[in-house]
C-alpha cells in the first residue's frame, strides 16, 4: 500500500475514534479489516511516523534500488530470479523470491525499463531470379491415429521454390536420418523436373556438422550428395529462421492448413492426401505477397532449372536409382506411384530403379530379381498399377468353397443342392463369403444331419442364399425335431385320472396295535 493510503487510513480511523465509534463499528463503516483498525487505534503520529514512514525508507529493496536500476539498465535480459541471486550473494538480504519480483516490476514499470534487446530491423528483398533458390526445412506435428487413438508425431521435410512459390513435402512417422534428408531432395527435384542452382537450410544436424567459421562440415551423406550434384548450399546462423522466411511460411502453411485437425490412419494414406491437396490447394491458392498462383508461375520457372542426374558410387549408369518401398508397395518415381507385387514392403524396404527408354523397371536391392516394369506416365500424381500386382483373394475364396461343399455333401447326403447353395452365395455376397462360409461350417458340427438337409431345402427352395437364414432354419427344424420327439414321448406315457393311476395297485396295511405299540401304549388292549 502508498504513504498516502496509509496515512489517509491512520487519520480516518483517529477521525472515527474521537467522534465515538468502536472499532467494530469502524470496520464495518470503512471497509478496513479489523486487524488494520487495532494496529493504527493507539498510535500517535511520531509512532506512526517512526513506524511506518521510517521503516519504509529504511527497507533492504529501497537501500539497494540503485544498484538493482544499474543491473537492469546493464542487463536488458536479466531476470528477477538473477537478481535475487545476486543480491543475496552480495548483500546476504533475508527476503523471499517473490518480493524481489514484484520490486523489479515496479522498477522496470517506473523507469520504463524493456527486458528484451532492442528489436531487428528488416528490409524487404526481391525475389531471386527463376530457378535460382530453394528453400528447405523440418516441421513435426502431433496427429491422433484413429485406429488405435494414440498421439503421434509426424515429421515434414517442406520445399519451396523462392522465385514461383512452388511448395512441396515428404512426410515421415520417425525422425528423418540425413539419408532420409539426402532421398527427399532427390524426390522433391523429380517431383518438379529439375534442379535449383542453391539450397537454403537451418543449420541442421542433418545437413551440417560444424559452421568451423564459415568453412562448413556437412555431415557425410549430404556432403557426397553436394558434390555430385555441384549444389550452391547457403547455411543460416545459428537462431535466424527469418533468413529462410519463405520456408518457415509454408511449413507453417502445411501444418496448419492441411495436418491441422485432419484425421490419420496410416502414413500412406495421408501422403496420397498431402499430393491431392498439393494440386487442389497447397499450389493452385493464389500467394498473398506475389499475388500469383505458384502453379501456374512454375511451369515457367520449370524451364529455368537445372536438368538432374543423380550418381552412383556403386553403379556407374546414371539412368539407375535407388527408392524406398512404400508401406503400400509402390515406389514414388517423377511425382507418380508405380506397383510392386504384394509383400515386397516386408522383405525390401528399398529396390533399384532403372530408366530404360520409356519404361521404368525395379528390381531388388541387388539386381538379381525384376520385380516390375512399368510404362513411364508423363503426368504427375498417378498410380501406375499392374494386375498380377493386386492381391487375388478369388483363389483362396474358390479353395475355401471347394473344401466346404464337400463337407457339407457328406453332411447332408446331396451334391448338387450344396453346390446351388454356396454358389448362390458367393454370387450375391461376393464380399463377405469367406466370413458367410464360415457361420456355414459352424452350423454343420453343430447339427445333426437330418436338420441340416431340411434346412438347405428350405434355403434353397426359398433363394435364401444368406448363411445367417441356413442357422435360423437349422435352429427352427431342430427345435421342430425336439418338440415332435417330446410329444411322442408323452404319448407313451399311461394317463392319469385326476390324481390316480387307472390300474390298480395292491397297498399293504398294518395292524392297529403296531402303532399304538410305537406310540407308547404297548399294555393297552384293543377293544372291540
Sequence with gaps: MKKEKRWVMYCKIQVMKSEGFSQRKVSELTGYSRKAVRKYWNMTPDQYDEQILEKAKKSSLEQHKEQMLMWLREYRGVTAAQVFDWLQEKYQIELCESSIR?????????????????ERDYQALPDPPMGYQMQIDIGIVTVENLVTHKYHKLYCIGFVLSNSRYKYGIWYDYPPTASNMV??????????????????FDQDRLIAVDENYGDIIYTKEFEAFRQSEKLKIYLCRGADPESKGRVEAVVKFFKNNFAKYRPYTELWQWEEEFEQWLSRCGNRKKHSITKKIPAEVFEVEREYLTPISYENNNILDKNILTRAVRKDNTVFYDGNRYSVPIGTYNNHKEVKIEIKED?????????????????????????IQNNNHLRNTEEKVNEMQNKLLERLSAAVGTREKAKIFLEGIKREKPRYARDQYKIIEKVISDTEQEVLLRALEFCTINSLYSAVDFKDAAAHFRKTAINASLKEELNNTPPLIGSKLLHTVNVSRRDIGEYIKSLGGGNVKCLN
Design 102 to 118: 514484484r520490486y523489479v516490476n515496479k522498477l522496470k514499470k517506473e523507469y520504463y525499463i524493456k527486458s528484451t534487446a532492442p
Design 183 to 200: 532421398n527427399a531432395i532427390k524426390a522433391c527435384f523429380e517431383w518438379m523436373g529439375g534442379k535449383p542452382k542453391e539450397l537454403v
Design 359 to 383: 519404361e521404368l523397371w525395379i528390381y531388388d536391392i541387388f539386381r538379381d530379381v525384376l520385380f516390375a516394369k512399368h510404362k513411364i506416365s508423363p503426368e504427375k500424381g498417378r498410380l
